[in-house]
C-alpha cells in the first residue's frame, strides 16, 4: 500500500434509493484516476429496515438477494449490483473492504422469554433489579433464505444482553443469565464494562456464536472476493474474539487480508492496550488525531499546533494508524459529533495526505458532499490527492517548532525524479520557515500548487528555501 489511499464511500444521509453500488461502480475508472487505492463500503447486508444504514444487523448472509423485512434490496442496493460493483473496483486496481457489524443483531423473527437482570447504565457490574422474566425479540429464523449459506438460528441464549422487554414495552439495559454467561471481558471499562452497546447484543464468548461468525467471516469474504474489513465497534466486542475472527479468515483468504478496527477512544494508552490485547493483528483509526484536529479547529489561532501529533497512533505506532479527518460518526448531527470546522479541512487532509506516515481516508462526504449539497472540499482534496501521487515520497523532515506555523519536509527519492515537497500550515498570521530540502536542490525555483501563495522562491547552496504561507491556509511547495 505504497502511498495508498481509502476511502470511505457513504455517509448518514444518503438517499434510501438502492443506487450506491451503481454510483460506486461509474466512479470506479474517476477514483483509479484521482488516487483512490481502497474504498470502505457501508454494511451491505440486511437491517432491520430498508432505509437503515445498515448498522442495525438482521441477517449477514442476505446481501441485497431475499425478500427480508420488507425489502430484497438494502439502501445500497442488490447482491448482484454489489457484485458487479466490486468486479469494476478491481479492474481500475482498488481494494474493498467491508463494515462488518459483528457487536449486536436487531429486529428479530419472534419473541422469546428469559431470566434476566436489569443493570445501571451507567454501572453495567451493578444489578438494579432482582432476576426476573422478560420476552424480547431473540428469535431468528431468516424465512425468506431458509438454509441457504447457514443453518443456523439464533435464539436468546447467544446474546449477553438486550435493551428492550417487549411484555413490559420497556427500555433499559438487561442482562442476560445463564450457565457460564456474563459480559464479555476484553472490552473498553467505560460504564464499568462496555460490553452491550443496542440491539441484541452478541456473546462472543459462546462458541456457537464464535463458529458461525468465523464461518460468515470466510464466506463473505470469498462470496465477494473481498481485500478487507472495517470492524465496527471493537470497543464493545471481547479482544480474543476479533484475533482469532481475523486469524480464521486469513487463514482462508491469506495473510494480506485487511483489516481496520474502529475503537473510539481519544485516549492513547487505552488504544496501545488493544493494540496489545489483539496481538498487532488490525490497523486502527486514528482517533486521538481526530479529536487533536477537532481542538484545532475550534480553537483556531489559539491552538498551539506544535502539539497536533501529540499522543496519537500515526506518531507513536505508525505501522498500526489509519489517519482520517471526519466520518459518518463525527460528521453533524452523529451521535459521535465531532466535526472539524471548515475552514481547518484543506490543511487537515494536506496533513494526513503528505505526511510519510499513517494511512489516510477521505471521508465520502468531504468529497461528495452531505446531503447532496455541493462539496466544498473536492478540489482541494484533489489536488492534495495528485500531490501525494507525484511528489510525496521520501523521508520526512519535520519543522512543529513555532505554536502557529508548523511543516515538514519530503526528500523525494529516486523512483519518482521529480518528488519531494515542502508542506506549511498557518492557524493565526501569515508565516515563513526556512527548511532544508537537500543541496542537490541548490538552484531549483520551487512554487506553490494550492496557489495560496503567488511568489516563487529559490533554495540557496545549502538546500534551504524560506517558504512562505498565508494566515489560517496551507501551502504545499514543488520543483517548478
Sequence with gaps: MKNGVMMQYFEWNLPNDGNLWKQL????????KTGITAVWIPPAYKADEQQDEGYATYDLFDLGEFDQNSTVRTKYGTKDELAEMIDELHKN????????????????????????????????NKDISDEIEIQ???????????NKYSDFKWHWYHFSGVGFDDAQKKSGIFRVLGENKYWSEGVDDENGNYDFLLCNDLDLDHPEVIRELD?????????????????DAVKHMEAKFVKQFL??????????FYSVAEYWNGDLQTLEKYLAAVENTTDLFDVPLHYNMYKASKLGKDYDLQKILDDTLVLHYPDYAVTFVDNHDS???????????????PSAYALILLMEKGYPCIFYGDYYGVKGKKPLHQPIISLLLDARRKYAYGVQKDYFDHPSTVGFVRMGDKGHPASGLAFLMSNGTDGNKVMNVGANRKGEVWYDLTGNVQKKITIDDKGNGNFLVEGGALSVWVKS
Excluded at 136 to 146: M, P, Q, S
Design 331 to 345: 460528521q453533524l448531527g452523529s451521535s459521535l459529533e465531532s466535526e472539524i470546522e471548515d475552514w481547518f479541512k
Design 25 to 32: 461502480k461509474k466512479d470506479a475508472v474517476h477514483l483509479h
Design 247 to 256: 486469524e480464521t479468515v486469513r487463514a482462508d483468504r491469506g495473510k494480506e
Design 93 to 124: 486496481k482498488i481494494s474493498v473492504y467491508l463494515d462488518a457489524v459483528m457487536n449486536h443483531k436487531a429486529e428479530g423473527d419472534y419473541t422469546e422469554k428469559f431470566r434476566v437482570k436489569e443493570v445501571d447504565p451507567k454501572e453495567r
Design 136 to 146: 424480547a425479540w431473540t428469535g431468528y429464523l431468516f424465512k425468506a433464505r431458509g
Design 215 to 231: 464461518r460468515w467471516g470466510v464466506w463473505v469474504s470469498r462470496e465477494l472476493n473481498l481485500d478487507g474489513m472495517r470492524l
